[in-house]
């Protein structure tokens, strides 16, 4: 009788556990779609940094955290504040090379970071190449005389140098580094002393077209504020043009963009004065502003193990009110990008705060949603440089930039999961639900430089982002599908990314419940994960345990 008494036993504990992987019922599917509309409805005004609109988004996130029962991570407050800069350049602001003028919007965008309303640049033009220096791949676009660079325009493709039968690896190959993302050229070109930078833009370098850049760029720009005495390069002008009218411009000096491009994919190359001068007077609206980062804990169920934490991100920004489209909408509603994505981290944070003591993870939860991602990842760099928990005590970060509404899939990719021990907690929570785990897609666009879990990466958190799959469980059709396959050239940073009521939100709970059984597997694992020695990360990893 007692063994068969203790065999049943086991076996419910089996069930048990076997239930307890699926945390699907917790989730409240009406509530995440009305989240989703509230973030994204017109009255929030693209949720704008600094706006009404953004106050508005933020004080709604604080409030359903803490109805929530999610406690606020910052003292009393759920907010961290952000102080910011915001620059909004004169659109007849013209770009003047070689006697030709080139139009703002159409052949060129750009904005500055001397974070004063008026700049002009008169300088010389240098074609840089990919702007580059890599001691770790023996690379470095900046040979020469320093002097080369200070105080000039430098022209600068962007992405890696393409990789050669002879260095096949050269530069991770098809995936993108760091080297070669925009973010990384701007920073190198300042601290060579460069006046200013010239990105040229290409649909297939960027991932995207044109349309991109000129709403991303052609509205408010912000920046954290500098303090008085801080040393810090900047950069007088930041500017994308038109791959044709860099080609324009070169053609004024007897250069062939083709030809410059082809010597600077190889070894040696040597950047080139243009002998063209570069004329700009940028004018600019000019506010400062506090935007904050919303934040809110649940603490853990280990006495030890609750004063480390597992971080969940979603940015609550979007591009505010821009230029108008074709259908005279000029508010940015961002509900796909990243209305959604909230609205996940919120119904985790839901779960999390209405369990138990005992149900709850061994460490603690924290919950934060950046602002001013879209203008550079912003609030999350701002919190990885002023964290409300030790780094040390910063066990993971899970991010999510758009959460799946299509449909329910087979299969879901975790951007950097191969990078730390990650790699095996999620390929568990995979396995549980018999999801297949894909690699990026497109390693070539460096997604995984380009959301809120980059500048924990670069402080030494092992971070990943999760990205729905591609394989439907049932096939797209109609509105779905045409949404899904023109999302990048109609939707994204457009008017157009707005609700709409064939949203799935079954689809949305998959992945929000995978994100949640993973921060439960890294909130009750016995060692905090690490990244891998062989990472470019894992400096940073070893660095912030010794502070």
Not at 518 to 539: C, H, Q, T, V
């Amino acid at each position: 009788m007692r063994k068969t008494t203790a065999l049943l036993l086991f076996l419910c504990f089996l069930v048990s556990v076997s239930l307890a992987q699926d945390f699907s019922s917790r989730f409240d599917a009406a509530k995440m779609r009305e989240r989703v509309i509230k973030l994204s409805a017109d009255d929030f005004e693209g949720r704008g940094p600094g706006t009404e609109g953004g106050k508005r988004a933020a004080q709604y996130i604080a409030d359903e955290m803490k109805a929530s029962g999610v406690k606020p991570a910052n003292g009393k407050s759920y907010f961290q504040n952000v102080k910011m800069v915001g620059l909004k350049a004169d659109p007849n602001t013209k770009l003047e090379i070689a006697g030709h003028a080139y139009k703002f919007g159409d052949d060129f965008v750009a904005t500055t970071s001397a974070q004063r309303p008026e700049v002009s640049i008169d300088a010389d033009l240098v074609f840089a190449g990919y702007g580059i220096d890599a001691p770790n791949f023996n690379w470095n676009d900046y040979s020469g005389d320093p002097s080369d660079y200070r105080g000039k325009v430098l022209m600068i493709m962007v992405n890696d140098p393409p990789a050669t039968e002879a260095e096949p690896n050269l530069f991770g190959d098809k995936a993108l580094t760091y080297y070669g993302r925009w973010t990384y050229k701007f920073e190198e070109a300042a601290r060579r002393g460069a006046a200013g930078v010239i990105l040229i833009h290409t649909n297939d370098s960027a991932g995207y077209g044109w349309n991109v850049i000129r709403t991303s760029n052609g509205n408010w720009r912000y920046e954290i504020a500098r303090h008085a005495g801080e040393t810090t390069p900047y950069l007088d002008m930041k500017s994308w043009v038109t791959n044709d009218t860099a080609g324009k411009i070169l053609k004024s000096a007897k250069l062939d963009l083709d030809d410059l491009r082809a010597k600077a994919a190889r070894r040696g190359f040597k950047p080139v004065s243009t002998g063209l001068k570069v004329r700009l007077n940028l004018k600019s609206e000019l506010k400062t502003f506090d935007s904050p980062n919303v934040v809110g804990i649940v603490e853990g169920s280990d006495p030890k193990l609750k004063n480390e934490y597992v971080v969940y991100t979603a940015h609550w920004d979007h591009l505010g009110i821009g230029e108008p489209d074709a259908r005279g909408d000029k508010i940015y509603n961002g509900a796909y990008d990243n209305a959604s994505g909230v609205a996940g981290v919120l119904g985790i944070a839901e779960v999390f705060g209405k369990m138990t003591k005992k149900e709850r993870p061994k460490r603690s939860m924290l919950f934060l949603f950046p602002t001013a991602e879209e203008q550079g990842l912003l609030g999350a760099e701002y919190y990885s440089t002023h964290p409300l928990i030790p780094l040390s005590k910063t066990a993971a970060n899970i991010n999510i930039d758009g959460v799946n509404f299509f449909g329910k899939t087979s299969d879901f990719s975790a951007l950097g999961a191969e990078r730390s021990s990650i790699e095996n907690v999620i390929a568990d929570a995979a396995r549980e639900r018999k999801l297949t785990v894909e690699g990026d897609t497109h390693p070539e666009q460096g997604f995984f430089f380009r959301s809120d879990h980059f500048p924990f990466a670069k402080v030494g958190i092992p971070s990943i982002s999760l990205r729905h799959g591609d394989k439907f469980v049932t096939p797209l059709k109609a509105e779905p599908e045409k949404f899904f396959r023109d999302y990048t050239a109609k939707y994204y940073h457009q008017a157009s990314d707005e609700y709409k009521d064939w949203w799935d939100t079954s689809a949305m709970i998959q992945e929000t419940e995978l994100a949640l059984a993973i921060g439960i597997k890294l909130g009750n694992a016995p060692a905090m994960p690490r990244f891998k020695s062989s990472d470019e990360f894992a400096a940073a990893d070893k660095k912030r345990f010794r502070k």
